[in-house]
C-alpha cells in the first residue's frame, strides 16, 4: 500500500477524482490486451520469420527507455502533466493507422518504434497523477489501478474470441479502436497543476543517488530486473505457440487472463503475506519458481496445465515485485523514492528489450524448447538476488 501523506495546505481534489484516473487506466491497458497476446500474432501473419519478429517486438522497448524519461522531462515543466497525455493518445492512434498500409518488416519495425516512443509515456504519466491524488487528498492507489487490470483481462478474453473468427486481422483494428478510447479518456483527466515531486520518468535524466548506488541494492535490482526480463519470451512468442499446437482464441485468451488474474489476487493478499513472510523469502519465491516455470512450459501439458503455469505469475511477478517495492521503501529515503523507481523501470526495460530480441533467435532455432533460455536467464537472477542477500549490511557476521 502506497502510504498518502497529508497537504500542506487546504485543496480540494478535482471531481470524481478516483474513477476518471481509473478510466484513464483502462484505456491503455485495454490496447495492451490486444497488442501483448496478439500482436506477434498479427505479425506471423505477414510471412515474417520468428527472428523478425523479435526484432519488430524488442527495438520499441530500447527506444521507450530513451524517450519516456525526456517526456518525463517535459511533462514535469509545462506545469500540467495532463496535456502530454493527449499529445501521446493521439500520436499513438496515427501510428496504429499507420500499421495498416506497412506490411514489410522494415516498415513495420520503424512505425511500430515510433508507436513505442509516442506510447511509452502514457501509462507512467497517468501513475504520476494518480499518485499525487495519493499524496495529496489520501486516494486509494490499489482501488484506481485495479481497473485497469480488469480491462486488461476484458480486452484479452474479447481478443481471443475475436482472433478465432476473424484470425490475426483483427489486432489492428482493436488496437486502434484502444488507442481512439485513450483520445477521448485523455479530456477526463484531472488536472492537478504544476508537481510538487518530480515523476519517476524524469529522474531518469540524473545520476542515482548515493542511497541507489551500494552494490547489495544494485545486485538486487538486478535480480529481480533478470527475473522480470525472463519472461520475454512468453510476451513475445507464447500465443503463436499456444495457437501453433492447436488452442483456440478463447482459449489462448484465457491462459492470458488466468496469469493477470492471478496476478491480481496476489496483490489483493499482499498485505497479509507481507505479515506472515519476510520480504526475502517473497523475492526468492518468485526467483526460484520463475526458473521452474521456464524448465516446465516446453513440456506437453495440455491446456489445463498451461493454465497451472500462468498462474505462477502471481509469484513470479506479484509477490516478487511487491517484495522489491517494499524493499526499496525499507532502503531509500522518501525524497528519493521517485529515483527508485525510475532505476526499476530503466532495468526492467533494458532487459526485457534485449531478452525479447535475443527470444526471436532461440524461437527461431529451437523452436518451443527456447523456453530453456528463459530459465537459464531466470537462474542468473536468482544469482544476482543471492549475492544481494549474502551482501546486505545487516547481514549478522558482516558487522550489521
Known amino acids: 500500500m502506497i502510504p498518502a501523506s497529508p497537504p500542506s495546505y487546504r485543496e480540494d481534489a478535482p471531481a470524481y477524482f478516483v474513477p476518471r484516473i481509473a478510466l484513464l487506466f483502462c484505456a491503455p491497458l485495454i490496447v495492451n490486451g490486444f497488442a501483448m497476446p496478439y500482436f506477434p500474432v498479427w505479425l506471423s501473419t505477414l510471412s515474417l520469420n520468428d527472428l523478425e519478429i523479435g526484432i519488430i517486438l524488442s527495438v520499441p522497448m530500447f527506444v521507450r527507455v530513451v524517450t519516456a524519461p525526456l517526456v518525463g522531462v517535459l511533462a514535469d515543466r509545462i506545469g500540467e502533466r495532463a496535456e502530454v497525455l493527449i499529445w501521446s493518445a493521439v500520436l499513438s492512434f496515427f501510428t496504429a493507422l499507420a500499421l495498416f498500409v506497412s506490411p514489410s518488416f522494415w516498415c513495420v519495425l520503424i512505425i511500430y518504434a515510433l508507436q513505442g516512443a509516442v506510447y511509452s509515456p502514457y501509462v507512467p504519466i497517468v501513475e504520476a497523477i494518480a499518485l499525487t491524488g495519493v499524496r495529496r487528498w489520501g486516494f486509494d492507489y490499489a482501488m484506481m489501478r485495479l481497473w485497469g487490470s480488469i480491462a486488461f483481462i476484458g480486452a484479452t478474453m474479447l481478443g481471443g474470441a475475436l482472433i478465432g473468427i476473424y484470425g490475426g486481422g483483427m489486432v489492428l483494428p482493436a488496437m486502434a479502436g484502444g488507442f481512439a478510447l485513450m483520445i477521448l479518456l485523455t479530456f477526463l483527466a484531472p488536472r492537478v497543476g504544476r508537481p510538487r515531486r518530480p515523476s ?3 529522474t531518469l ?5 548515493k542511497a541507489l548506488r551500494k552494490p547489495d541494492l544494485q545486485l538486487l535490482l538486478v535480480g529481480v530486473t533478470l527475473i522480470n526480463g525472463s519472461h520475454a519470451m512468453l510476451f513475445a512468442f507464447s500465443a503463436i505457440y499456444w495457437q501453433h499446437i492447436g488452442f483456440s482464441g478463447t482459449e489462448i485468451g484465457l491462459l492470458w487472463s488466468a496469469g493477470v488474474a492471478a496476478e491480481v489476487a496476489m496483490f489483493f493478499c499482499a498485505r497479509m503475506i507481507i505479515r506472515r513472510f519476510s520480504l526475502w523469502t517473497m523475492i526468492f519465491t518468485g526467483c526460484w519458481l520463475a526458473v521452474v516455470r521456464w524448465v516446465i512450459f516446453p513440456m506437453d501439458i495440455g491446456f489445463w496445465g498451461y493454465f497451472a503455469l500462468q498462474c505462477f505469475h502471481a509469484f513470479t511477478y506479484a509477490i516478487m515485485h511487491t517484495g522489491m517495492q517494499n524493499m526499496l521503501v525499507q532502503r531509500v529515503p522518501e525524497e528519493q523514492e521517485a529515483s527508485a523507481q525510475g532505476l526499476y523501470f530503466f532495468y526492467t526495460g533494458v532487459f526485457t528489450a ?5 527470444s526471436g533467435y532461440f524461437y527461431t532455432r529451437f523452436g518451443v524448447d527456447g523456453f530453456y533460455s528463459m530459465s537459464v536467464v531466470a ?9 544481494a542477500w549474502m551482501l546486505q549490511p545487516q547481514r549478522s557476521g558482516r558487522g550489521g
Do not use: H, Y
Open 379 to 387: 537462474l542468473a537472477g536468482c544469482g544476482a538476488a543471492l549475492a
Open 200 to 202: 519517476t520518468l524524469t
Open 205 to 209: 535524466t540524473e545520476a542515482p543517488p
Open 354 to 358: 534485449i531478452f525479447t530480441f535475443t
